[in-house]
């Protein structure tokens, strides 16, 4: 297996190639994989070739002949490095200078020297050029040059970016036509040269990971250093404002974890400066000690603090509670002072109270007076409810008994609140047959439970009488109570539906009588109080499977 070889002739030549060692023994060899076996592969078509392959003949000094992968002859010259795909016929050092058009052998320095000791040896023995048997390991190994060749092969995987997880096997197919592929002679020696590019490359990228890592965690760490935390600061604020930020961490513990860190010292300096703040706050308040007494709280006094600078030294969540602490702390002499405060309160409270009496006895008969001619004012000028009272009101608003209402309350806003009263109770007896017709036309509309009132008074069309009746305290009760009852009789209706459809029965799936009500007229009403049709579906569903339990027991 380690004799001499010579591929078989033909200007094409196959995958599997036979060859023969000095003793006659075949042997083969696959030109895509660099595989060499002495058992002839099935799929092999290769010629048995002679023992010494053929010497070229008329070839100038220096030529000597070689076959490529695809068994086609060519010509090269080991003085001048030239190679031809014709046969040369001018001397050596007369060579045609249009070499650069013929495709090079060699891709190294390494590789020419391998193409000019082959060219050296006696025409007897198998040029060692891109055909190289595997049986040579011995031979890489001894050569001087073998690791030049290695990192070629190595570079050539870098090169095609072969991954660690792949396999020389795989990578082969798109690699064998590159000409450091040959730099290895030997499968054997290939396969551990990738094998050691592999652990080079796994090595290489756990580097190339972990300084990623490194710069990834320092990136972070300048970001929150350039975010000015502070010890109010949280993590979820922090997140959201710089989420888009290139350098946040992807990993959420470590992320946290070194916010944390960050901000440690900034909470410890901020817990120290709250502790002496207290301090500052409750010297404050024991200054402010004739201020406060037993039910006094912290809205009543902290108007009176604010100018002081201890006053915002502590954060206002915190001055209440602080502020409760210092008044417990003195409950038993507040109480004192308190029962003192409450006697002199009694009795200014009932002088007050007197006098206001006084004044409200007088102020309501006023007002009453004015009421009553109001009164009277509307009957006279409102014998129908054809308005709202924004329509009535610019009529009524020229005589002199409506602004006696004004002058007797001594506020506009409540001599009109008093007068829309007025007006409201008397248009309500003379809105009464309109009150009903409204009833009528609410109980009559045929899609009452889905439409609201701005739709229904739409569905009235041009009956202005109607859309302006009655006013909004009377017309909307009885517009809810409508729909109410629409509803009301829905679920009736849907229920009586519902347990007289004699196509539901035990023997169906919940799936099947869902697909079966929702089919039903009576279900499609519910659009608008889905919540209420649900209700009655999931009260029959449930008595249908308590009905499917009894059955069942029954049977067994």
């Known amino acids: 297996r380690r004799g001499a070889s010579m591929a078989s002739g033909g200007e094409h030549a196959e995958v599997w190639r036979e060859y023969r060692d000095p003793s006659g023994r075949p042997y083969y060899h696959n030109q895509v994989t660099g595989e060499t076996t002495w058992v002839k592969p099935v799929e092999a078509a290769a010629v048995a070739a002679p023992a010494v392959p053929p010497v070229p003949v008329q070839l100038p000094p220096g030529w000597y002949a070689y076959k490529d992968?695809?068994?086609?002859?060519?010509?090269?010259?080991?003085?001048?490095?030239?190679?031809?795909?014709?046969?040369?016929?001018?001397?050596?050092?007369?060579?045609?200078?249009?070499?650069?058009?013929?495709?090079?052998?060699?891709?190294?320095?390494?590789?020419?020297?391998?193409?000019?000791?082959?060219?050296?040896?006696?025409?007897?023995?198998?040029?060692?050029?891109?055909?190289?048997?595997?049986?040579?390991?011995?031979?890489?190994?001894?050569?001087?040059?073998?690791?030049?060749?290695?990192?070629?092969?190595?570079a050539m995987l870098h090169d095609f970016d072969v991954q660690p997880s792949s396999t020389l096997e795989l990578e082969a197919p798109k690699l064998v036509f590159d000409k450091r592929y040959k730099a290895l002679r030997s499968m054997a020696i290939r396969r551990e040269a990738f094998d050691e590019y592999c652990r080079e490359k796994l090595h290489s990228n756990a580097l190339e990971k972990l300084k990623k890592k490194k710069d990834m965690r320092a990136q972070f760490q300048s970001l929150l250093e350039e975010a000015n935390l502070t010890a109010r600061d949280t993590y979820e604020s922090f997140c959201k404002k710089y989420k888009s930020d290139s350098r946040m961490l992807k990993t959420e513990r470590l992320r946290k974890q070194l916010f944390d860190d960050h901000v440690a010292p900034l909470l410890q300096q901020e817990a120290e400066k709250r502790e002496?703040?207290?301090?500052?706050?409750?010297?404050?308040?024991?200054?402010?000690?004739?201020?406060?007494?037993?039910?006094?709280v912290w809205s009543?006094?902290?108007?009176?603090?604010?100018?002081?600078?201890?006053?915002?030294?502590?954060?206002?969540?915190?001055?209440?509670?602080?502020?409760?602490?210092?008044?417990?702390?003195?409950?038993?002499?507040l109480e004192r002072d308190q029962t003192i405060r409450k006697q002199e309160e009694s009795n200014k409270r009932i002088r007050i109270e007197e006098n206001k009496r006084i004044h409200d006895e007088l102020l309501q008969s006023r007002r009453r007076e004015a009421l009553s001619k109001f009164n009277e004012l509307l009957r006279e000028r409102i014998t129908r409810p054809l308005g709202t009272w924004e329509e009535v009101r610019p009529r009524l608003a020229s005589d002199p008994r409506f602004s006696a209402v004004t002058h007797a309350f001594d506020d506009e806003d409540a001599a009109d609140r008093e007068r829309l009263r007025l007006f409201?109770?008397?248009?309500?007896?003379?809105?009464?047959?309109?009150?009903?017709?409204?009833?009528?036309?609410?109980?009559?509309?045929?899609?009452?439970?889905?439409?609201?009132?701005?739709?229904?008074?739409?569905?009235?069309?041009?009956?202005?009488?109607?859309?302006?009746?009655p006013l909004a305290?009377?017309?909307?009760?009885?517009?809810?109570?409508?729909?109410?009852?629409?509803?009301?009789?829905?679920?009736?209706?849907?229920?009586?539906?519902?347990?007289?459809?004699?196509?539901?029965?035990?023997?169906?799936?919940?799936?099947?009588?869902?697909s079966i009500i929702r089919k039903m007229p009576e279900f499609k009403a519910f659009t608008s109080f889905k919540k209420d049709r649900d209700r009655v579906i999931d009260r029959f569903l449930d008595r249908l499977e308590d009905d499917r339990r009894r059955k069942r027991r029954r049977r067994s």
């Open 276 to 296: 002496r703040a207290k301090k500052s706050f409750l010297s404050l308040l024991e200054e402010n000690e004739h201020r406060i007494r037993k039910n006094t």
């Open 300 to 333: 009543d006094i902290k108007d009176d603090l604010r100018d002081d600078d201890r006053y915002e030294s502590v954060a206002r969540r915190e001055r209440e509670d602080l502020f409760l602490q210092y008044r417990d702390e003195m409950l038993e002499r």
């Open 69 to 154: 992968d695809n068994g086609n002859p060519y010509y090269y010259n080991a003085a001048t490095k030239e190679t031809s795909w014709t046969v040369p016929t001018a001397p050596a050092d007369r060579a045609s200078s249009s070499s650069r058009d013929i495709p090079q052998r060699s891709t190294s320095a390494a590789y020419e020297r391998r193409q000019t000791s082959a060219s050296a040896r006696p025409s007897e023995n198998p040029p060692h050029n891109e055909q190289t048997d595997d049986a040579n390991d011995d031979e890489d190994d001894e050569d001087e040059d073998f690791e030049e060749r290695k990192n070629e092969f190595k």
């Open 473 to 514: 305290k009377q017309r909307n009760p009885i517009f809810n109570k409508a729909r109410e009852d629409a509803v009301d009789q829905a679920i009736r209706d849907f229920k009586d539906a519902l347990y007289g459809n004699r196509e539901i029965s035990e023997e169906l799936s919940e799936k099947e009588v869902i």
């Open 424 to 469: 409201e109770l008397h248009v309500e007896p003379l809105a009464a047959p309109f009150a009903e017709e409204f009833r009528n036309r609410c109980r009559s509309a045929s899609n009452l439970i889905g439409m609201t009132l701005k739709e229904f008074l739409e569905s009235l069309g041009n009956d202005d009488m109607l859309k302006r009746f």
